[in-house]
């Protein structure tokens, strides 16, 4: 059904497929129902059910407030700490933000990682812990598509202590761009965790292979 709604499949960055003929890495988020067979589903009276859909894909139908989606960067620092609420659980019975979108990509500000908890609860009670889950959201032809991001020993998941750093470009000055994420605390009883992030993404500044050819 979701189909309808033009959602695809969601991807993990892993060289796996899934099925005979699936593409590299689809149907392998198994924090998304558009990855169904392969997610982390539960057993309910009507046979196996959930999980939710992820972060992208509920931006991208309307599903999240507005006021609830923080684009790091638009205030135009580096450095923020965060508390975000489970996605998890009916965004009524909480209050902080739902998604963090960070920007990656000088030529389009569509493309951007996101950040999302899950917590084991109602549709999501096939997770087996609470956890921070970074997508990236890729122009792949004339479509968008969301990727989880995948971390040492192949886990999905940030959990509480764990952190996370991407490695952009350099910049016009020589030095390496990055985004730092540190998983601070997580709050299973009221489903919200507290995050640091930090990124030296500019997208204005000129990358220093760009200059290097021109000179």
Do not use: C
Request: charged share 20%; hydrophobic share 35%; aromatic share 12%.
């Amino acid at each position: 059904m979701v189909h309808s709604f033009h959602i695809g499949h969601s991807y993990s960055d892993r060289n796996v497929k899934i099925f005979p003929h699936s593409a590299k890495g689809e149907y392998d988020d198994p924090y998304d129902l558009m990855s169904t067979a392969n997610a982390l589903m539960h057993p309910s009276q009507y046979g196996l059910s959930g999980p939710g859909l992820n972060g992208p894909h509920l931006n991208y139908l309307g599903w999240l407030p507005m006021d609830r989606i923080f684009y790091f960067g638009r205030d135009g620092r580096q450095n923020h700490k965060i508390r975000v609420s489970s996605l998890s659980v009916p965004h009524k019975n909480t209050m902080h933000w739902l998604l963090i979108m960070i920007p990656y990509d000088r030529d389009d500000p569509e493309n951007v990682f996101t950040v999302e908890l899950r917590t084991p609860i109602m549709h999501d009670s096939g997770i087996k812990q609470a956890s921070i889950i970074i997508h990236r959201i890729s122009q792949i032809g004339s479509s968008y598509y969301s990727i989880i991001i995948t971390h040492s020993n192949e886990f999905y998941e940030l959990t509480e202590g764990t952190e996370w750093v991407h490695f952009i470009d350099y910049d016009s000055t020589g030095k390496y761009q990055f985004i730092r994420l540190s998983v601070v605390k997580i709050n299973l009883t009221e489903h919200y965790a507290d995050l640091k992030i930090i990124s030296t993404f500019d997208p204005v500044s000129v990358p220093w292979f760009s200059i290097k050819t021109s000179v």
